[in-house]
Structures are given as structure tokens and as C-alpha cells.
């Protein structure tokens, strides 16, 4: 869950040199709260889950140049977490040349690391507006590995899976969130997507978090999907152990920033109760941050220097939110063969839930390719991990046989 804007080198020469006409040209774009096609219609109920609201053409340009794709911001229905119907956004990105693979044109949905409870945090503002104007998105930093998809000429759809309110965090919001950005994306019609077409979900970090929970509800959320790949990168398997790494690091202020998200999606735990008055000032200053916003606001933050009392966000109704929020906690098993990847040394989502994550998976029956890195950290798994997630989807909608390593993943 730690910001990936330093991810890319190149990106980042080609920003500082065009930051510029970035600007010039991003300043034109209003953020969400302040765009009314963001807006959740009043008969939003009468929509079915993943149905299309509406729609409009757009120019992707997450750096200082438009990105040569049929680019669209699709408004769709989904849920929010307590099952209340609500709306999102999702961007389609389509190839401008013909599919010339077997089959239909299939959809990658990559799930950005939208962390953040700002709505400058969306992958669908930040992919439209540019990553100086987004101030934090992740959006165009990671948009080098959904160029990978397009390069293969598949669709690729980005959805705002934190929903409208930008919930981070809360579990099967995001999950749903996703699988109803397949479906409205699907549905669009654009580039010969269909109900049918292939689907890949992929993630890293929160990325990962939120697609690992979508490819855990998809068979009682969306069975009809074509899900064909998932690939899970950095995976956050449980959202505890992660505040554990983060807690008195360099990016501890992401704490501050965190704690909004379930604060804001369940109301009724009144999380505050447990943080001290100084700690939830923190929480309320960065209410409205990016996790990169957030990080530097209060570097080396502690969970001690926040909560009510030592202990205060151990207590089992803080802890047991947590752990239902989390991959680890939600019940369901992927339909589709899995591809998952992490750096051993992971500083930040730590390897160890992630393995029992997989465990449980081939308990299940899934079939899981689980490659550790032994040389890395989080930043650089990002880069390292690409290649292999690409080719894995190469090979399943070419119809290729998965690896299944299940056998010879080590225990947590």
C-alpha cells in the first residue's frame, strides 16, 4: 500500500521535464467531488449491479501526453459496504487496432493502488488529469504496467473501487467494486467486449487487496464473468499485520491516513472511541490525503502515538473489523487460476499472511503459481513482479495450462 509515484524512472524524467504543460493541460480537468457525472443518481436502485449509467469519451493522458487508446469514464452500479446500491467509475481503455488474436478481445482489469480517502486519489481522475494534477494519484505511475496490457491488445478497465465516498479499506465495497467495472465495461460494447470476453484481474499492494477479495466473490457475486487469470502482486492479505509494518516507519503518517477509510465506511464501530484526542485530530487532518500526503504529513507515526490507551486498536471489536475487512477474512475461493508473486523481504505487506492466503486457496482447489523474490522489497517487486504477471496473462488467454505450485509453497 505504499505509493508507487518513484516506481518508474522514466516516468518520472519525462514529468519533470513536461511538468509544465502536465499542469497547463490537467488544470482543465475538476476533480470528482466537483464533476457532476461522479454524482450517484437518486434512482440509483433501479439499476442492476454492474448496469451502465452513463458514459463519456475521454483522453487518457496520466503523463503529458495523451495515451493513443479509445478511452472512456464508464458510471455504473454497484455496492456499497453495508449493500446499500450506490455508483463508481470505471475507465475503459480499448486498443485502437483490431483484435488479431483466437477469440474475443479479452479485458484486463488492473486495480490501481488507489490508497487514499481523497477523491484526487481516483485512478479515473488521475489517469484523466495527469499525475502532477492528481497530487498523489498512483494512477500514472502505475499506468506503465496497464500499457503492458494494451500492448497486448487487450481492453483495459482501471475502476475507482473505493467508491464515491472513497471508502479505503472496507473490504467488499472494493471487491464488488471490481467485478461490477467488469460487467459495465463488458456491457459498454467498445473494442467487441462482450459478457463473454475473457477476463483477467490484476492488482499490486492495495492493488492486490482489492483483487483478491473481488476474485473471492466473484463466484457468488458475478458467476457469469469469463474469468480467466488473476494475478496478485505485494498482496495485502491482512490489513493488521500490514499496520504492524507500517507503524513507526517512514511512512507511518499512511496510518493517520488509513483509519478513515473503515471510520468512514462503519460508522457504527465509532472507531474513534478508540483513538486518543491528539491521535484523532491526525485522523481527521488527513482526511482528505493520498497515502503519499498522509506519509508526509507525520513520518515515523505509531499506532501508540494515536490510540485512546496501549492496546486501544487490539481491542477485539477493532480487531475483528479488521480482520473481516481482509482478504484473510472474507470467505470465497478464486474460479480462475491464480498467479501471485511477492518479495520475501517486503517491508510493508509482510509475506507471511500472504502465504497462508495462497495455502488456503489450494486447500480450496484453486490452482495457484506462487513465486517469491528473494532479493527486493516492495518498490522494487512492483517491477520486478511485472514481466512474469504479464506473461501469465499471455499464456491463459492464449489457452494455455497454468502452473500449479501449490505443493511447494512454504508455510506462513
Known amino acids: ?229 488473476i494475478a496478485l502482486g505485494g498482496e495485502v492479505a491482512e490489513i493488521r499485520k500490514t499496520i504492524d509494518d507500517f507503524s513507526g516507519s517512514a511512512l507511518g503518517g499512511a496510518l493517520a491516513m488509513g483509519v478513515n477509510g473503515p471510520l468512514r465506511a462503519y460508522p457504527e464501530f465509532n472507531l474513534g472511541q478508540y483513538l486518543s484526542p491528539a491521535g484523532l485530530k491526525k485522523v481527521l487532518t488527513a482526511s482528505d490525503d493520498c497515502i503519499s500526503t498522509a506519509a508526509g504529513r507525520y513520518p515515523g507515526l505509531s499506532i501508540a502515538k494515536i490510540e485512546a490507551f496501549p ?11 479488521l480482520h473481516s475487512l481482509s482478504p484473510l477474512g472474507i470467505a470465497g475461493t478464486p474460479t480462475a487460476p491464480v498467479y501471485d508473486y511477492h518479495a520475501v523481504k517486503d517491508e510493508l505487506a509482510p509475506i507471511g499472511p500472504d502465504r497462508e492466503l495462497m495455502h488456503r486457496y489450494c486447500d480450496a482447489g484453486a490452482t495457484v503459481d506462487h513465486v517469491e523474490h528473494p532479493v527486493g522489497e516492495h518498490i522494487s517487486e512492483v517491477v520486478t513482479g511485472a514481466p512474469g504477471a504479464l506473461a501469465f496473462f499471455k499464456q491463459r488467454f492464449a489457452g494455455q495450462a497454468p502452473t500449479n505450485d501449490c505443493a511447494t509453497i512454504p508455510q506462513p
Open 1 to 229: 500500500m505504499r505509493p508507487l509515484t518513484t516506481v518508474l524512472a522514466t516516468a518520472a524524467i519525462t514529468l519533470t521535464a513536461l511538468a509544465p504543460i502536465a499542469s497547463a493541460s490537467a488544470g482543465k480537468v475538476p476533480e470528482p467531488k466537483q464533476d457532476s457525472f461522479y454524482a450517484v443518481p437518486s434512482n440509483i436502485a433501479s439499476y442492476a449491479n454492474g448496469a451502465v449509467i452513463s458514459s463519456r469519451k475521454i483522453t487518457a493522458m496520466p503523463y503529458a501526453f495523451p495515451v493513443p487508446t479509445g478511452a472512456w469514464q464508464i458510471k455504473y452500479r454497484t455496492n456499497d459496504a453495508h449493500g446499500a446500491p450506490t455508483a463508481t467509475v470505471t475507465t475503459l481503455l480499448v486498443p485502437v487496432s483490431k483484435w488479431k488474436g483466437a477469440g474475443q478481445r479479452p479485458v484486463l482489469s488492473y486495480q490501481t493502488a488507489e490508497d487514499g480517502v481523497g477523491d484526487q486519489c481516483a485512478p479515473s481522475y488521475g489517469i484523466r488529469a495527469g499525475i502532477i494534477a492528481s497530487k498523489g494519484s498512483n494512477a500514472a505511475a502505475e499506468f506503465a504496467l496497464m500499457a503492458g496490457g494494451l500492448a497486448n491488445g487487450w481492453a483495459v478497465t482501471v475502476p475507482d473501487y473505493e467508491g464515491p465516498d472513497s471508502e479505503f479499506l472496507a473490504g467488499r465495497l472494493e471487491g464488488q467494486a471490481v467485478l461490477d467495472g467488469v460487467r459495465a465495461s463488458t456491457a459498454f460494447g467498445q473494442g467487441g467486449l462482450t459478457a463473454t470476453s475473457p477476463v483477467g484481474l490484476w492488482g499490486y499492494s492495495g492493488g492486490a487487496f482489492a483483487t483478491s477479495i473481488a476474485d473471492q466473490l466473484q463466484a457468488t457475486y458475478a458467476p457469469e464473468l469469463n474469468v480467466q487469470a
Open 311 to 321: 492496546g486501544a486498536m487490539e481491542l477485539p471489536v477493532v480487531a475483528n473489523l
